[in-house]
């Protein structure tokens, strides 16, 4: 079955930009999704097709995909941030796969 | 504006089954192309997706539940319906329904999602 991976953990100081990854096989050749899930709140997508931000997420939401890694980016990280990060994409044409999530700290 | 909202028990039983509704509002399952998931995520740890029913009625469920989910809808209520049999323990879990619109494979927006704990 097809699998996502992601660091477990990511630090980054307010202001600076954090980068956080997803690895799959041939991740590049689907689409990635991210969400972001603060503590005692639902998933809110930030990234859908690998670069493309929702309505009402913030510029400083980015990313990419390719080859076997997808990345989200922060820019100018703020306070509020803080949250686990999911990446989500298609093993098959019916089968959702999620990474394992990364917990993105602000200190 | 879209929103969806998980019911159904906060505690079953073991070898109980769990049913929980998803009641939405803001689009129908009417529409071509519409689709409402059911994603569940243990305390902890990732989401991970369970079903999917589309608006033709085509249902799709992970594989190594197959044998345990049933989802179904209720156009006229905007309501879908997931049964989950013989629960067990680890399948406490906080139960998330969540809509993807035509040509899209990511979801948006989710419920609140609905805790459930499997204990005797």
């Known amino acids: 079955s097809y699998e996502l991976n992601q660091p477990t953990s990511v630090s980054v100081s307010p202001g600076q930009t954090a980068s956080i990854s997803c690895s799959g096989d041939?991740?590049?050749?689907?689409?990635a999704s991210w969400y972001q899930q603060r503590p005692g709140q639902s998933p809110v997508l930030v990234i859908y097709?690998?670069?493309k931000r929702p309505s009402g997420i913030p510029e400083r939401f980015s990313g990419s995909n390719s080859g076997n890694t997808a990345t989200l980016t922060i820019s100018g990280t703020q306070a509020m941030d803080e949250a686990d990060y999911y990446c989500?994409?298609?093993?098959?044409?019916?089968?959702?796969?999620f990474g394992g999530g990364t917990k993105l700290t602000v200190l | 504006q879209v929103t969806l909202k998980e019911s159904g028990p906060a505690l079953v039983k073991p070898t109980q089954t769990l049913t929980l509704t998803c009641t939405f509002s803001?689009?129908?399952?009417?529409?071509?192309?519409?689709?409402v998931s059911w994603i569940r995520q243990p305390p902890g740890k990732a989401p991970e997706w369970l079903a999917r029913?589309?608006?033709?009625?085509?249902?799709f469920y992970r594989t190594s539940l197959k044998t345990r989910l049933t989802i179904s809808k209720d156009t006229s209520k905007n309501q879908v319906v997931l049964k989950m049999t013989n629960m067990d323990p680890v399948d406490t879990a906080t139960y998330y329904c969540?809509?993807?619109?035509?040509?899209?494979?990511?979801?948006?927006?989710w419920g609140q999602g609905t805790l459930v704990t499997v204990s005797s």
């Open positions: 041939n991740l590049g050749d689907r689409y």
């Open positions: 989500q994409a298609w093993g098959s044409s019916t089968a959702v796969v």
């Open positions: 097709e690998d670069s």
């Open positions: 029913i589309d608006w033709d009625d085509d249902k």
């Open positions: 969540a809509r993807t619109r035509p040509r899209e494979n990511w979801f948006d927006p």
């Open positions: 803001g689009f129908s399952l009417r529409n071509s192309g519409m689709r």
